[in-house]
């Protein structure tokens, strides 16, 4: 738990087209992994670290999607909330379309959904209250770096560079997809009216936001092999999913 008052927007819209015929007929972010869907595993680091609501823009196959969400509104310790964008609106679109996520709250966290990972909110959330700057990028270290928007920090912490999918990679730091904004700087990121938080909105914080390296699990489940790598993994990480599996 948090003392922080922390809404947060999760990233869910997208078509998950590499992952068809699977997303056919289900939304990408819930794809089941050990017989649980992928949005469950951030429902639940959502509510350990206490938010107070949740909100997940709902796109491709809608009320697929709306059915959970309205199940996840009864059963969660949270307000779950649906953002509906008839035409996707992009990672910073989605965001100023839900500006008033940023009212009556100190921070707003900002997840794309279609990862997996065992992040802790709330050390992330802690992190992000004992430094200075607005904004707070989780990272990991990745073996591609070309394929992902790279960081470079300096030695407080600080993001001193940031470039989407480099030639040239200077850091294996890479963009987890989870950021830590206070309310002020949201607000701001909304009044920019951008289309892509990567190549459109990371760039101009660069200077005021810190990173913070998370050293355990965070996976894409975008393509076929990389969803089944990660139920491979799952049991071994998650101990719900180890769980089920010796059930």
Known sequence: MTSSRVNALVLAGGLGTRLRPLTDSLPKCLVPICNRALLDFWMDALEAVGVSEVRINNHHLPQVL?????????????????????????????????LDLADDTDVVLVIYGDNLSDVDLAELVSFHAAHSDPVTMLLFRTEYPEKCGIAELDN????????????????????????????SVYREIAALNAFDFGFDVLPTLVGRMRGMSWDGYHRDVGTPESLQQARNDAPGVFPSCAEAARA
């Open 66 to 98: 709306r059915q959970y969400l309205q199940r996840a509104d009864r059963e969660r310790a949270f307000a779950v909330t649906e953002a509906f964008e008839p035409g996707l609106l992009g990672s910073a679109g989605t965001v100023a379309a839900n």
């Open 156 to 183: 407080d912490g600080r993001v001193t560079a940031f470039v989407e999918k480099p030639q040239h990679p200077k850091s294996d730091l890479a963009n987890a997809g989870v950021y830590a904004i206070d309310a």
